[in-house]
């Protein structure tokens, strides 16, 4: 089954001469319950489609779809709801609430949207995000590895159809990095999770099953079961 289906979707940034096409007509179909990396220089487009894939931004023609809805077709009352209860994203700065705890975080989208945890998906979030006794402790309490964690731990409670990683090893430590990717790794293997993460390091996309590589907005080649030496 197809969890998110991406149909020759173009953005440009800008007008006139100084107008960038940072997706030029993509496509690609995102399998349920696989873990998809997502490389290429910097600058060929790869947060763009990962926001316009998330409905975080607007693309300018082209389809996007999650499930069998087409995000690009919706109004923003739809969209807001799509987003919320299909899509999670993981931002490479964390992008927690500093005012909240750890477990505050966790649980913000299902407080957003008004809705209790499924239980055991909850226990199962909790226990795997392996934070012990820090839950109750504010993001600035803890380290960059462990404020990753709860924002992967955010991106998975309402158990979205698709989790969008930009970098979400970019600013960690290898072994930080390590315990994010295995993570995201079991999401998948345990629960049948679909991910798309966006990375520079061959040892992340070692952890994947499917690698994307784009150039000046276009994908370029794919590579299946990625080991390091082949994606260096
Ligand atoms: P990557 O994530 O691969 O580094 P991006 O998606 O960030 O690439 O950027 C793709 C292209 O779009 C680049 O040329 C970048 O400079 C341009 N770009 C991205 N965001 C903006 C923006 N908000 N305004 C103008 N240009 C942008
Ligand atoms: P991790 O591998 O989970 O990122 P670290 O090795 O960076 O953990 O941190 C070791 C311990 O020090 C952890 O228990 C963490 O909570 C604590 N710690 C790290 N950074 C900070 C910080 N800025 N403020 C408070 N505690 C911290």
């Not at 970019?170 to 994010?180: F, H, I, P, Q």
Request: charged share 25%; with cysteine; proline share 4%.
């Amino acid at each position: 089954e197809v969890a998110a289906r991406v149909v020759a979707l173009t953005k440009t940034y800008g007008t006139g001469e100084a107008r960038i096409t940072a997706l030029d007509e993509v496509s690609l179909d995102i399998a349920q319950g696989e873990f998809t990396a997502v490389m290429g220089p910097s600058g060929s487009g790869k947060s763009t489609l990962m926001h316009c894939c998330a409905a975080l931004d607007r693309a300018d023609s082209g389809s996007v779809f999650i499930g069998d809805q087409d995000l690009t077709r919706l109004k923003d009352k739809a969209l807001t709801r799509l987003r919320r209860d299909q899509i999670g994203f993981v931002f490479q700065s964390y992008n927690l609430v500093p005012t909240l705890t750890a477990e505050e975080n966790i649980l913000l989208p299902l407080a957003i949207a008004g809705r209790k945890p499924d239980n055991d998906w909850y226990a199962g979030v909790i226990a795997t995000v392996g934070l012990g006794d820090r839950l109750s402790h504010k993001p600035s309490e803890l380290s960059g590895g462990q404020q990753q964690r709860v924002a992967v731990a955010r991106a998975l409670v309402s158990r979205p159809r698709i989790v969008f990683a930009d970098e979400p090893t970019g600013n960690l430590d290898s072994r930080s990095g390590a315990e994010v990717l295995e993570l995201l790794r079991s999401s998948v293997v345990d629960h049948a999770q679909t991910v798309v993460m966006v990375t520079h390091d061959p040892v992340a996309a070692a952890y994947t099953d499917r690698v994307v590589f784009l150039a000046d907005g276009r994908i370029v080649d794919e590579l299946r079961d990625p080991d390091r030496e082949r994606v260096l």
